[in-house]
């Protein structure tokens, strides 16, 4: 009787986490809000899927990390569906300098050839 509660009580949150072109996304930090509960961390297993058991009521929300995409959050409405979470690639955001020192120097003190690489360019290349 008292495991037929608890099972009543919890709520299981389960989903899968891909990329944009359908590849499923191992090794990602889920972590799950639920109310005022303190959060829950777990990590996508190698087919890309998580699931978290939690007792807390309230509102859900989902965030995944995952190195090299954009971090995701959902608010989730039903817990009780599978979520279906797709992850797209972290954007630059920064000028990178790459010098062949130690320090940073100033692009008119740099005693070699330079190349200035756009966002655009490294976004038009097929290179990962």
Do not use: C, N, W, Y
Request: no cysteine; proline share 5%; hydrophobic share 50%.
């Amino acid at each position: 009787m008292i495991a037929a509660l608890f099972l009543a009580l919890t709520t299981l949150i389960s989903g899968i986490v891909h990329d944009s072109s359908g590849g499923v996304v191992a090794g990602a930090a889920v972590v799950v809000r639920v109310g005022s509960a303190p959060e829950i961390r777990v990590m996508t297993g190698p087919d890309g899927r998580f699931t978290v058991d939690t007792s807390a009521s309230g509102d859900v929300i989902v965030t995944v990390l995952a190195g090299g995409f954009a971090e995701r959050v959902e608010h989730v409405i039903d817990p009780s569906k599978a979520l279906d979470l797709v992850l797209v690639p972290a954007s630059l955001f920064e000028t990178i300098t790459v010098t062949p020192t130690r320090s940073a120097q100033r692009l008119g003190d740099v005693p070699a050839s330079v190349s200035v690489v756009t966002k655009e360019a490294i976004q038009s290349s097929p290179a990962l």
